[in-house]
Antibody, heavy 121, light 107 residues
Framework: EVQLVESGGGLVQPGGSLRLSCASS????????MHWVRQSPREGLVWVSR????????AYADSVEGRFTISRDNAKNTLYLQMTSLRAEDTGLYYC??????????????WGQGALVTVSS | DIQMTQSPSTLSSSVGDRVTITCRAS??????LAWYQQKPGRAPNLLIYKASSLGSGVPSRFSGTGSGTEFTLTISSLQPDDFATYYC?????????FGGGTTVDMK
């Protein structure tokens, strides 16, 4: 059974930093591209970032480019999202999600339960 | 960015009803569209990918049609477990984008 468990969320002041982690199990993590997706009442579901299976290829939403860094440790089956210069609009539930892979365009199939990030003074 | 517009935003229905949700893309996305179901306090669950392919373990009462810019999700006979919010999602281009959601609630 695919399991994704996020941690590291919390309350942080504007301008602060936070690192989210996502521990995975039940599939071959090192073969899977991974994503972070945020959900908030203000914006709904918003794709944030993705990383290739070997970690060499990353992409970001314009709103977080230069402030967030996605990374992974395939030896630990863990995905990370380092968030800096946080803003109120970064508030939301951050989901770690697996890409289903294969040929052609792909996207996410399994999602974790989310880590809540609140940016407020 | 490709904008995804869902309608209606809320749908009040009864068990046994045929339910149809529409999703429109702001540009051609071929068949690179997925549908997710989300219940309160839970993560989204993949129902449909490539516009019409059923996800793993998804009941056959769910179906998807469309290509280009117009798509529909149909529930042939609504069951009690189907009251939830449904999202369309395009994966034709970057950034990936989602519709605003359609909540199916009890009439």
């Amino acid at each position: 059974e695919v399991q994704l468990v996020e941690s590291g969320g919390g309350l942080v002041q504007p301008g602060g930093s936070l690192r989210l982690s996502c521990a995975s199990s039940g599939f071959t993590f090192r073969n899977s591209w991974m994503h972070w997706v945020r959900q908030s009442p203000r914006e709904g579901l918003v794709w944030v970032s993705r990383i290739s299976s070997d970690g060499t290829n990353t992409a970001y939403a314009d709103s977080v480019e230069g402030r967030f860094t996605i990374s992974r440790d395939n030896a630990k089956n863990t995905l990370y999202l380092q968030m800096t210069s946080l803003r109120a609009e970064d508030t939301g539930l951050y989901y770690c999600a697996r890409d289903w892979g294969g040929y052609g365009p792909t996207s996410v199939d399994y999602w974790g339960q989310g880590a809540l990030v609140t940016v407020s003074s | 960015d490709i904008q995804m517009t869902q309608s209606p935003s809320t749908l009040s229905s009864s068990v046994g009803d045929r339910v149809t949700i529409t999703c429109r893309a702001s540009q051609n996305i071929n068949s690179w569209l997925a549908w997710y179901q989300q219940k309160p306090g839970r993560a989204p669950n993949l129902l449909i990918y490539k516009a019409s392919s059923l996800g793993s373990g998804v009941p056959s009462r769910f179906s998807g049609t469309g290509s280009g810019t117009e798509f529909t999700l149909t529930i042939s006979s609504l069951q009690p477990d189907d009251f939830a919010t449904y999202y369309c999602h395009q994966y034709s281009g970057w950034p990936r984008t989602f519709g605003g959601g359609t909540t199916v609630d009890m009439k």
